[in-house]
């Protein structure tokens, strides 16, 4: 397992936001957490990326506890997130926010970072039309791509993508489930929050259903597609 997560709890002061959790996440595969709002998504990735404080339980990285470790350290083991509501610099230009995503990597010349440009601008050709745009001028799905891609400049074994196709449009929802895919057969291993449980579930090799802070259904992405109770509540039946 490439990510370990053991009887996790998270709180924001009395509230419990997570309660117990334990999953893992194999090396080269696409997991997913599914759940209602408030149900503890992002809560789970931020406490992974190391922007929440564990309360009790262990998150291990490649085997080793990361509990201490800061989160711009956690970049440098391999761990990068794509945060909910696009969270671009809307200042920087696109070419900035990407260089940006590699701020924490120990070799930051041109040459180190070019095969990790490319390979993001080939993903997501229209940043590479939009290079020196402004970031808060684009629109919200350019955004939602430059996030993304600012994730990937981090060069992540760990990517995690908290709601990358909220506020989309369905044809642009299609291809952006297409990219992780890509991203995913590049290498990455993937951990995705998604309240778009239907593509999600399709994509994912393994899936957790989360309510009210605790897992509830784990199986495949198959299993949980097909599972009478998660396709009446969340599925559309
Ligand atoms: P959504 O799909 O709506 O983003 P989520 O599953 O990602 O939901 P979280 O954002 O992890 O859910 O929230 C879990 C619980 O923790 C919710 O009850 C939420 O109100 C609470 N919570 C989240 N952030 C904070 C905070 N900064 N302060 C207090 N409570 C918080």
Do not use: C, W
């Amino acid at each position: 397992m490439l990510l370990e997560v053991e009887d996790l709890s998270v709180n924001y002061g009395h509230i419990e936001a997570i309660r117990g959790l334990t999953f893992g996440v194999e090396e080269g595969s696409i997991a997913t957490l599914i759940g209602a709002n408030g149900a503890g998504k992002s809560t789970t990735l931020k406490t992974i990326s190391g922007l929440r404080k564990i309360r009790t339980g262990r998150v291990l990285f490649d085997g080793k506890d990361i509990a201490k470790v800061p989160a711009h350290e956690r970049v440098q083991l391999g761990i990068s997130q794509s945060p909910e509501g696009r969270g671009v610099f809307p200042g920087m230009t696109v070419r900035e926010n990407l260089d940006m995503g590699a701020y924490a990597r120990k070799d930051r010349s041109s040459a180190a970072l070019k095969p990790d440009f490319d390979r993001v601008l080939e993903l997501f050709p229209r940043l590479s039309e939009r290079i020196n745009q402004v970031a808060g001028t684009m629109s919200g799905g350019e955004q939602q791509m430059l996030a993304m891609g600012r994730a990937l400049m981090a060069r992540p074994r760990l990517v995690l993508l908290d709601e990358p196709s909220m506020g989309l449009a369905p044809k642009l929802i299609q291809q952006i489930f297409e990219i992780i895919k890509e991203i995913n057969a590049q290498g990455t291993t993937v951990l995705l929050v998604e309240q778009n449980a239907a593509q999600a579930l399709r994509l994912a090799d393994t899936a957790h259903l989360l309510e009210t802070g605790e897992i509830v259904r784990s199986g495949t992405g198959h299993e949980l597609a097909t599972d009478s109770s998660v396709r009446e509540a969340y599925l559309g039946g």
